[in-house]
């Protein structure tokens, strides 16, 4: 079975660029993450999905990220513009439970590490 | 609030030691889930365990066990005769209920060094 697909693994834009990331979870796994790693840090998530419905965006830097799940399975991040501090890999993750879970497991994809000059 | 800390930033062992991770967390639920990822240099996060705040029997599995005890809310993983292959960056989790569902938060991880 695949895992969680991710794409561009790397990206390198200059300040006040916008820059996207897709993710393709497991299949049948309803939730989605998105989640931002600094550096000698653990993730912290950004937004999550059920099925099409974002239920947490409480940490998404709604003036500058964006984010969509249509029809439920692939997924798209998008910085517009980034900053200087937006540098990080932006992991995606996927699970499989009941609404209001996000105490499944989560199975990540390999990330996308961001640089931005 | 939801917190988890793992306190011990970088450790490194020789082969076949033994080894343990410590977790911390603080947590206003009595429902709640207790987690370990290992992160391999390829990038990945891999799920170790998960366990939830009804269950204090530690596991065991193979050369990993995991030791939970809700008084010193403390959630602590140890590697028996570590090996080289588990160089890698451990993070502890805390999922507990939240707006929304489950929030799930990561410590900062632990990053282990086992020397041939």
């Known amino acids: 079975e695949a895992g969680v697909v991710q794409s561009p693994r790397y990206k390198i834009i200059e300040k006040k660029q916008p820059v996207a990331f897709w993710c393709n979870p497991i299949?049948?796994?309803?939730?989605l993450y998105w989640y931002r790693q600094n550096l000698g840090q653990g993730p912290e998530l950004l937004i999550r999905y059920e099925n099409e419905e974002a239920v947490d965006d409480s940490q998404l830097p709604k003036d500058r990220f964006s984010a969509e799940r249509l029809k439920g399975v692939d997924s798209t991040l998008k910085i517009q513009p980034a900053e200087l501090g937006d540098s990080a890999v932006y992991l995606c993750a996927s699970s499989f439970g009941l609404a209001g879970g996000s105490y499944n497991e989560q199975f990540f994809g390999p990330g996308t590490r961001l640089t931005v000059l | 609030a939801q917190k988890v800390t793992q306190a011990q930033t970088e450790i490194s062992v020789v082969e076949k030691e033994d080894v343990t991770l410590d977790c911390v967390y603080e947590t206003r639920d009595t429902t709640y889930y207790l987690f370990w990822y290992k992160q391999p240099p390829s990038g990945e996060l891999v799920f170790l365990i998960r366990?939830?705040?009804?269950?204090?029997q530690n596991e065991i599995s193979g050369r990993y066990s995991w030791n939970f005890q809700k008084s010193t809310s403390s959630f602590n993983f140890t590697i028996t005769a570590s090996q080289v292959v588990d160089s890698a960056v451990y993070f502890c989790?805390?999922?507990?209920?939240?707006?929304?569902?489950?929030?799930?938060?990561f410590g900062a991880g632990t990053r282990l060094f086992v020397k041939a």
């Open positions: 299949s049948g796994h309803n939730t």
């Open positions: 366990r939830n705040s009804f269950d204090e």
């Open positions: 989790a805390l999922s507990e209920a939240n707006t929304g569902g489950f929030k799930t938060i």
